[in-house]
Every structure is written in C-alpha cells, then in structure tokens.
C-alpha cells in the first residue's frame, strides 16, 4: 500500500491532472460496484490526497481503518489525512494506533509533509518520545 503523497508538493503537468482525475474515476467506478475492496480504496484514498481532496480521503481511510484494524500502514495514512484536515487530535491518535501496530518507517515519518501539523503541534512531543524509546530498544 503506498503511503500518501500530496500534489501541492510538486506541480502536475496538465497530462499528469488529466490522468490523475482519469484514474480517481475508474477507481470511485470500482469502489462503488465493491466498497469493500481493499486495493481500489487505498488507490482512490491516494488520488484524493494527490488532487488536494482532503475530506474524501479522510472517508476512505476511515473505511479501510473499519475494514482493515491490524494494518499499521492504514493507520499511518488516516494520521495523515486527520493531519491534512486539521484535526491534530485526532492524526496523534491514529499515529499512535500505527505505531502500536507495529509501524516503523521512522525516517519517512519524520519528514511526510503531511504530518507537518501534526509535528508541530505539542501532542507530538510524546509520540516523538516513543519514537525515540522504540528506537533503543529495536537497535
């Protein structure tokens, strides 16, 4: 499953917007004949987040979130578009959900722009904490 990347970090030529919104349209096709397939979900929830559609992919990871609990990689995504949303609350405790899952990629965490919010805020000081902590103990 890739991790989101937001289109406002690079500027898409008009082709790669083309192709993009192409794509989110046969993926919502799929999606609505199978809500509960997992793949198309992750690739729809990654279009909206590259097309700076925000909400939407927060609905879609909060599906895959009910439809996949064990998965830390969902978790770190709805982080994600809780952060991209503006609500840091809840993002911390995605991002906690994530980590206890077993979430590691700590190097990408630490620059994701878009966990930028989420980072700055004072709730990440005891994620940071842990990070740390979880670091020791792994080497």
Excluded at 81 to 110: I, M
């Amino acid at each position: 499953m890739p991790v989101k990347s937001r289109a406002k970090n690079k500027k898409l030529a008009r082709r790669e917007l083309r192709d993009l919104e192409v794509k989110t349209s046969f993926m919502e096709g799929i999606v609505r004949r199978d809500p509960l397939y997992i793949e198309a979900l992750q690739v729809l929830g990654d279009c909206y987040t590259q097309q700076g559609r925000f909400e939407r992919s927060l609905k879609v990871d909060e599906q895959l979130s009910r439809l996949e609990p064990a998965n830390p990689l969902v978790f770190y995504n709805l982080a994600c578009s809780y952060s991209l949303n503006g609500d840091v609350n809840q993002a911390a405790s995605s991002l906690e959900k994530a980590l206890s899952l077993g979430y590691r990629d700590f190097k990408w965490l630490a620059r994701d722009p878009d966990l930028r919010q989420l980072r700055k805020h004072p709730l990440f000081a005891p994620i940071r904490d842990k990070i740390r902590r979880m670091k020791i103990a792994i080497v």
